[in-house]
């Protein structure tokens, strides 16, 4: 095991990684094994593993493990993941191999069965043999997907295992999965106005590969022009594109700069296709962001016009969760409408707050969320009697949303397509669409620490409790701005602490995040010959 490799298990349950990939067979080996011996705990069930490390630069990897219904892996397993990845030999790894199954009661003559999937990475390819060889090693019966995204490898594990049962999710194949897509689509744009072509910058990865297939299931239902799609140029994945450069830069990728026109609409996807961004330029030119908030205004609108369409609003609630990075404005949009959730960052959050509405939205503001039907909502929904024309037409758009929508996970091409769908029964460009309601300005400023675990919050992230008298001068500090708000909340895995500022004036939202950050700098002891000249 590399010194110079950093791992940990964070709350989105992927490994990640830092240091030359060429280092790291050893863990792609130990997630082997543990993927494994989850699977053999629960009786051989399909347990996932993914090799990507989603929007970041093409030289880093990491993993991700997958559990069963197509979520991400217990939250329970999540220090033993990082105690086998972090053994320093070969004993101590076996040794945590031996406490690993002792605690958890593994009966290791149990079948396991693995299915995996890589990016478009260069180092995937080592990588999955690493991972191949801690299969083997302990007697898994694998399976390899391929190349493929993110989205369709959970969709894959969730198939696997309702496969022959009432709950089947699809057809256990890549196949089934654009099937499934193009044919619930396909249904809830039937007998809509034609969609104009969509520009999809495909962040130069596995996207790319989906998305082209993707359009042979669509027929003439959705135009797809397909740009920042070179999977094999080396340097080019996530570099000057894709979803999180958009969000983070919030202007075109530079390759859009002579394709995109003003009205037009656009989207981004990530390296691993788990996160979308849509974007348009106004009559001026102007670059206009539609991110995650506005993808779950949208979407969380339209499916509660069809519940009451249906003539089911008094038995089915829907609800919305989101994090303290949710822009002020959407809040207050959605509050306005439906129940919203706060909770801590992490789709692990999340997703488990969204299970606890009959039909849960979740967005997080960078693109990454789904929509939730309880398997109950989806029960009432097949056994629903309508009494009208109009009921009986709701009911279908509903129960086509369930088959459109990927439930396991964020998915980037899943969503498009929700997106899309909406924006055709609402006749709305990305103009309408932005305007439901108008984002605060805010910024969002990283600033690098010698311990981050000395920063701790509450309240769903919004309050620092640690350091003593800090979360003081930030109250103080937000009340001197019109719409002011800011936060603090130290990184799941770097030493950095992020400070996320909103105000009604740019000016000060950008004036605001800097004084917290130089807050934060001060309060960390940060050296002040080093001290960044933007901190106020």
Not at 290 to 306: E, M, P, R, T
Not at 451 to 458: G, L, P
Request: glycine fraction near 8%; proline fraction near 4%.
């Amino acid at each position: 095991m590399p010194t110079q490799s950093r791992l940990i298990f964070d709350s989105l349950m992927a490994l990640r990684v830092s240091g030359p990939w060429s280092s790291l067979d050893s863990v792609l080996f130990r997630v082997g094994v543990l993927a494994g011996l989850r699977s053999k705990k629960l009786d051989g069930q399909t347990v996932g593993v993914m090799v990507t490390a989603s929007h970041n630069p093409e030289q880093d990897n990491g993993v991700k493990i997958v559990d069963p219904r197509g979520e991400m892996l217990e939250s329970s397993w999540e220090a033993h993941a990082t105690m086998l990845s972090n053994a320093s030999s070969t004993e101590d790894f076996i040794k945590a191999l031996d406490e690993l199954v002792r605690t958890t009661k593994i009966d290791i003559s149990k079948p396991a069965r693995v299915v995996y999937a890589r990016d478009t990475r260069p180092s995937g390819v080592a990588l999955i043999s690493a991972l191949e060889d801690g299969l083997c090693a302990i007697g898994v019966e694998g399976r390899n997907a391929g190349v493929t995204t993110t989205p369709i490898l959970h969709y894959l594990v969730k198939a696997i295992n309702t496969k022959g049962t009432a709950d089947s999710y699809g057809d256990d194949s890549e196949e089934g999965y654009f099937r499934k897509l193009g044919d619930s689509f396909q249904n809830l744009v039937t007998g809509r106005q034609p969609l104009e072509p969509l520009l999809i910058d495909c962040a130069n990865g596995v996207g790319a590969l989906a998305a082209s297939t993707l359009t042979e299931y669509l027929s003439t239902s959705l135009p797809l022009v397909l740009e920042n799609a070179a999977i094999s140029t080396p340097g080019a994945l996530n570099h000057a594109c894709g979803a999180d450069y958009v969000k983070t830069m919030q202007k075109l990728p530079p390759s859009f700069a002579d394709r995109l026109k003003p009205g037009q609409r656009a989207c981004s996807l990530d390296g691993d296709a788990d996160r979308l961004m849509y974007y348009y330029l106004d009559e001026r030119g102007a670059f206009r962001m539609l991110d995650g908030d506005k993808i779950a205004a949208l979407v969380a609108a339209f499916i509660v016009d069809l519940v009451k369409s249906a003539g089911l609003d008094n038995e089915i609630k829907v609800g919305i969760v989101q994090t303290a990075y949710a822009n002020g404005a959407s809040t207050k949009y959605l509050s306005g409408r439906l129940p919203v959730k706060c909770v801590a960052t992490g789709v692990k959050h999340l997703h488990h707050a969204a299970e606890h509405f009959n039909i849960g939205v979740y967005f997080e503001a960078n693109g990454h969320g789904t929509v939730l039907f309880s398997p109950s909502t989806q029960q009432k929904l097949a056994q629903y009697q309508p009494s009208t024309p109009a009921q009986s037409t709701a009911l279908k758009h509903l129960v086509n949303l369930t088959q459109l929508i990927n439930q396991t996970v964020g998915d980037a091409l899943s969503d498009m397509l929700l997106v899309e769908a909406v924006l055709a029964h609402k006749s709305y460009t990305g103009v309408e669409w932005d305007s439901l309601y108008v984002d605060l300005p805010n910024r969002l400023v990283k600033v690098t620490v010698a311990d981050r675990n000395t920063f701790r919050t509450e309240n769903a992230e919004r309050r620092l409790v640690s350091p003593p008298g800090l979360q003081a001068k930030i109250d103080e500090l937000v009340r001197r701005y019109e719409g002011g708000r800011s936060f603090v909340r130290p990184s799941g895995t770097e030493d950095v602490v992020r400070v996320y500022a909103e105000a009604v004036v740019r000016s000060q939202a950008d004036e605001l995040a800097f004084r917290v950050a130089g807050l934060v700098y001060d309060e960390a002891r940060g050296d002040p010959s080093r001290r960044p000249k933007e901190f106020l």
